[in-house]
């Protein structure tokens, strides 16, 4: 199985803020990996796919890049709004995808 | 509009069974895989399986693999998520969600509301 590390597990950060967030992967998964946004009492949205592509809808200041093992999500000055635990997860494993065990961004 | 709708929360029994729904509209619901998410109380996101509604191929994440079964009637546009007896650590939120595929990359697109399963004696 591949496991999927997230770093830090939590974060406090404050509007206007660039924040990046890790993700390792156990093994190489070239760049099978997405990420998510989840808010509180809401089901996750998808934010980026294939590592760096992002999803239509999703606002420029969320970035993904990362290819192998080492994978990053960056919002570049962070909302409101964004205020949220972030998931990533792969995508290698033929329709079996795990995720990361989540970030947790919270207001400073 | 591309929607995923849910049925409603369940209170159950420790040995009752229950079967939740996840109706698509809004797209063909038969050319997309469909996935279910398990998100326990407090905790992360645990891939469960995946059902292909047209030919109702079936995949199982391991630790899920004989404890739930998933279905699909694609004629109604509806997947299903079976429980069987239920436990205590069976409650929590589920999901289903739509996969996407964009240059042979899968994602999840489109999520369902979830459905909360609250089981106690």
């Known amino acids: 199985d591949i496991q999927m590390t997230q770093s830090p597990s939590s974060l406090s950060a404050s509007v206007g803020d660039r924040v990046t967030i890790t993700c390792r992967a156990s093994?190489?998964?070239?760049?099978?990996l997405n990420w998510y946004q989840q808010k509180p009492g809401k089901a996750p949205s998808l934010l980026i796919y294939?590592?760096?592509s992002l999803q239509s809808g999703v606002p420029s200041r969320f970035s993904g890049s990362g290819s192998g093992t080492d994978f990053t999500l960056t919002i570049s000055s962070l909302q409101p709004e964004d205020f949220a635990t972030y998931y990533c997860?792969?995508?290698?494993?033929?329709?079996?995808?795990?995720f990361g065990q989540g970030t947790k961004l919270e207001i400073k | 509009e591309v929607q995923l709708v849910q049925s409603g929360a369940e209170a159950k029994k420790p040995g009752e069974s229950l079967k939740i729904s996840c109706k698509g509209s809004?797209?063909?619901?038969?050319?997309?895989?469909i996935a279910w998410v398990r998100q326990m109380p407090g905790k992360g996101l645990e891939w469960m399986g995946v059902?292909?509604?047209?030919?109702?191929?079936?995949r199982y994440s391991p630790p899920f693999q004989g404890q739930v079964t998933i279905s699909a009637d694609k004629y109604i546009r509806t997947a299903y998520l079976q429980l069987s007896s239920l436990e205590a650590s069976d409650s929590g939120m589920y999901y289903c969600?739509?996969?996407?595929?964009?240059?042979?990359?899968?994602?999840?697109?489109?999520w369902g509301q979830g459905t909360t399963v609250t089981v106690s004696s």
């Open positions: 969600a739509r996969l996407q595929t964009i240059r042979g990359y899968y994602s999840m697109d489109i």
């Open positions: 809004g797209y063909n619901f038969m050319n997309y895989w």
């Open positions: 059902i292909h509604p047209d030919d109702s191929d079936i």
């Open positions: 093994q190489r998964i070239w760049n099978f």
């Open positions: 294939a590592a760096s």
């Open positions: 997860q792969q995508t290698y494993t033929t329709l079996m995808y795990t």
